[in-house]
């Protein structure tokens, strides 16, 4: 032990981050700073460079407006609704399809005030990547089951992204009434014009499933390709997890096949 004591001095000693650099030359010190910048923004685009990320942003700026496009390995699916819901249930379902069908999907949630009408949302990224955040004007996809939901989540949104909104807005007891259609889906607008919006509660409510508004919106973004996920994939989790609400997801997939139709249209 003092043999080990006396050698502490001649040791080299771990350097805390914020200490790494000091007694070096000035080289070494931007080394180590442009290697700590580096490490920061990988973690936050997922493990993807910067480069990369830009090109991914430009793709989807540049696709065409009316049509759907084929379904990115990479894509990044953004849900936002209201607590109680099941914006987390219908990410995890998500990413149960997307490890089913042999991809890579990861599921990120931020829980809400559910009692008191509190925004929750859910993300699923797919590809490689180290996390299932998505982060400001990354999300390809968005999923909204509230439509002021829809327009929190607009500097979320990726330029030229798509969105399906359900028509309906939740009342809130005690909160006065939202603004307009017009103004209130102008953020998501300011970012793009590929926006379906369907009545996932009417459907719901026609398929005798009145709380599963979160699978018709789900059966509406299945049909149109989007993901990396197939159709029957996705209708064959909803089978296996819920099997009494599975005319809720086929009504979706009827009225997101009529809402393409109408966009294509231009209806």
Do not use: Y
Not at 57 to 80: E, M, N, Q
Not at 99 to 125: D, N, Y
């Amino acid at each position: 032990m003092r043999r080990l004591r006396s050698l502490r001095g001649f040791l080299p000693q771990r350097r805390h981050r914020s200490d790494r650099g000091a007694g070096t030359s000035e080289r070494e010190r931007e080394r180590w700073r442009w290697r700590w910048r580096w490490r920061e923004r990988w973690h936050r685009h997922g493990g993807l460079g910067v480069s990369e990320t830009v090109k991914r942003a430009a793709s989807t700026r540049h696709r065409a407006a009316d049509s759907v496009g084929p379904a990115r390995r990479d894509a990044r699916l953004l849900i936002v609704g209201v607590g109680g819901q099941g914006v987390i249930s219908l990410a995890r379902l998500v990413g149960r399809a997307a490890l089913e069908a042999g991809g890579e999907g990861r599921v990120g949630q931020l829980h809400g005030m559910s009692q008191r009408g509190g925004s929750v949302e859910a993300t699923v990224v797919f590809g490689a990547g180290r996390t299932g955040f998505v982060s400001r004007g990354e999300a390809d996809v968005l999923l909204a089951l509230e439509p002021l939901e829809a327009a929190r989540a607009a500097p979320r949104l990726a330029p030229g992204c798509l969105a399906w909104i359900e028509r309906n807005p939740i009342a809130v007891p005690g909160v006065p009434a939202g603004p307009a259609e017009a103004e209130l889906l102008a953020p998501v607008r300011a970012v793009t014009d590929r926006i379906c919006r369907i009545d996932a509660r009417a459907g719901a409510r026609a398929a005798g499933a009145e709380r599963s508004v979160n699978l018709v919106m789900l059966g509406a973004l299945a049909v149109c390709g989007a993901l990396p996920v197939g159709e029957d994939a996705l209708r064959g989790v909803v089978a296996a997890a819920r099997p009494a609400a599975l005319a809720a997801f086929d009504e979706g997939r009827r009225l997101g096949a009529a809402a393409l139709a109408a966009r294509r249209g231009g209806g």
